[in-house]
């Protein structure tokens, strides 16, 4: 069956099942959607199906069997280096144009897949449009992004875009608690948590350090607000997890958007529902006016991130309003 095993994006699989079952097939696809939503698992089987001897994906006959083992000659991954940051034009040149214009050796298509189409420089995109304005009829691209504006305008406008959107937290929530042996509650909160990209969920539930991450994040806001002298070890604990900046204040920024909800009593929308009670006391003599004022500096500081200013002045003076929001030492006005 045509791309079993791809949790959700009915809308995704009708309209290339479609394009199959008329062999209306395009040279270029995007798949654009945030990352873990599905877009590579779309686009392996997908290949599969483009392979496939009975047309259908049927995981049986032999080029079924290769293209899931990942063996198949005519499916080819485009890999970069690893000490690089970006798929560079060496990259295009030695895996996709030295092999674009060789037959497919088995299948009657060839497929390239660009799982890393975020990183591509502009000279590996350029490298790659002089093959989309020409390409032979039997292959067939699909580049990954998180999002199109990531690729030239020419490499868009020689592709068909196709949109995958954040997934339903019922939907992850069900496949966690299918596929996982933990409790639906649990579930309920990495589901949340995930916004709707299924690959962040399955991270969540299977890498202890993103679940310590997640107990420090929290635990340094609470110390905060418990302690002033607790605001070194928040800048300290910031500042060790430089490379995980980002994650660790949309946790923070999740934790103070619950305890807004808890005091405007809608806690069936708070994200960390295991935690009600520790948000209860958290909230304590604190108005919402401060908490918003507190999400607003991690709001600020994510956007003062990625202007490359000095990280370790940022993130000291970031928590520092934090600290005083939290401590009241702004307005004073108690909402
Ligand atoms: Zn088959």
Redesign the pocket.
């Given at each position: 069956m045509i791309f079993e095993g791809l949790t959700g994006h009915e809308t995704v699989k009708e309209s290339l099942g479609r394009s199959l079952a008329c062999d209306r097939i395009s040279n270029a696809y995007v798949f654009e959607g945030s990352q873990g939503v599905g877009k590579k698992l779309c686009a392996k089987l997908f290949s599969q199906a483009l392979v496939?001897?009975?047309n259908?994906?049927?995981?049986?006959?032999p080029?079924?069997v290769q293209a899931l083992a990942g063996t198949l000659p005519d499916i080819i991954t485009l890999t970069k280096d690893r000490d690089r940051a970006s798929v560079g034009v060496d990259n295009v040149r030695e895996q996709i144009i030295s092999e674009v214009f060789l037959k497919p050796r088995n299948a009657r298509r060839k497929i390239f897949i660009i799982e890393y189409g975020d990183e591509l420089s502009v000279e590996a995109q350029n490298a790659l449009l002089k093959v989309l304005e020409e390409p032979p009829s039997y292959v067939t691209f699909i580049i990954c992004v998180t999002s199109k504006e990531k690729l030239l305008s020419t490499v868009l406008s020689r592709s068909q875009v196709v949109s995958f959107f954040p997934l339903g937290t019922n939907l992850v929530c069900d496949y966690l608690i299918r596929n996982y042996n933990i409790s639906p509650e649990r579930a309920n909160v990495l589901a949340k948590l995930s916004q709707g990209s299924i690959g962040t969920a399955i991270e969540l539930c299977q890498n202890p350090d993103k679940q310590t991450r997640i107990e420090k994040s929290i635990q340094s806001l609470v110390n905060l607000k418990k302690n002033s002298l607790k605001l070194r070890e928040m800048v300290e604990f910031l500042t060790e997890e430089k490379e995980n900046i980002t994650e660790i204040i949309d946790y923070l920024m999740t934790f103070l958007r619950d305890c807004v909800m808890v005091k405007t009593h809608k806690d069936s929308l708070c994200v960390f529902a295991d935690r009600i009670s520790e948000i209860r006391v958290f909230t304590e003599n604190i108005s919402k006016k401060q908490l918003i004022s507190a999400f607003d500096k991690l709001s600020n500081l994510k956007l003062s991130l990625k202007q490359n200013l000095n990280f370790n002045a940022t993130v000291s003076e970031a928590t520092m309003r934090i600290w005083e929001d939290l401590h009241d030492k702004g307005s004073g006005h108690q909402i």
């Open positions: 496939c001897e009975n259908n994906a049927c995981g049986s006959c080029l079924c």
